[in-house]
């Protein structure tokens, strides 16, 4: 649904979004944090952007660039804000 509704918004950047949020944002609350409940997320937000830092590309060449750490919080918020939008969330929570 989320992705669906990104290519109406953003026909032509919802790959990147979706890029990073596969990459780098469920990877990091799905896999490395184990918090699949969605609310315990902004608790770890601080967490999020320090492992950023030493984050591998996905092709394993170091560490990510500075301006693909800003697209993985840009992808966050992003979700965020549609997870908002679909009152599955609320603001107060994030």
């Known amino acids: 649904l989320y992705l669906e509704k990104q290519k109406k918004r953003a026909p032509n ?4 979004n979706d890029f990073y949020l596969r990459h ?8 490395k944090q184990k918090l699949n409940l969605i609310d315990l997320w902004v608790d770890h937000f601080e967490k999020f952007k320090d ?7 996905v092709r394993g060449k170091g560490v990510i660039a500075f301006s693909s750490k800003n697209h993985a919080i840009k992808a966050l918020n992003t979700f965020l804000d549609h997870l908002e939008g679909e009152k599955v969330i609320t603001f107060s929570q994030r």
């Open 51 to 57: 492992w950023l830092e030493t984050a591998k590309g």
């Open 24 to 31: 780098y944002v469920l990877y990091f609350f799905l896999e």
């Open 13 to 16: 950047s919802y790959k990147n």
